[in-house]
């Protein structure tokens, strides 16, 4: 699906929204690999290629930080539930954290070792 900006007045554009294709739903595949490059940096990393089925369903991101007032008012009342519950918040931002730092010291370690300019 396409939306043109000719079809609207800039005007009425309040915020925007990002926007991800369900491929859980859509049942895409994997399809490949392609060499992930950092920078300006080429790496021996790689990444899994999706292929993407043409359904338009969408995921809309309803917790988006700078927009949520917009797209809350835009979402019908009837999904405005709260699918995820944390019980201890403080423990999964420690946790979210340690994940993050342990994921960038790999990331660290592997450019060091593999990249080519």
């Known amino acids: ?6 079809d609207f007045v ?3 554009i309040v915020c925007a ?21 950092q920078e300006c940096l080429h ?5 899994p290629t999706v292929k993407h089925k043409s359904m338009c369903e969408y995921l809309l ?6 927009n949520y007032k917009y797209i ?9 539930c709260t699918p995820l519950h944390v019980s201890n918040v403080l423990e999964a931002q420690k946790s979210a954290v340690s ?9 660290s370690a592997l450019t060091k070792g593999h990249s080519t300019v």
């Open 1 to 6: 699906m396409y939306i043109f900006l000719a």
């Open 10 to 12: 800039l005007q009425d």
């Open 17 to 37: 929204a990002n926007v991800q294709h369900n491929c859980v739903d859509s049942q895409c595949t994997v399809s490949g690999t392609k060499k992930i490059q």
């Open 43 to 47: 790496t021996t990393w790689t990444a």
């Open 61 to 66: 991101n309803v917790y988006s930080i700078h």
């Open 72 to 80: 809350q008012e835009l979402v019908p009342e009837n999904l405005h």
């Open 99 to 107: 994940q993050m730092n342990a994921s960038k010291a790999a990331k």
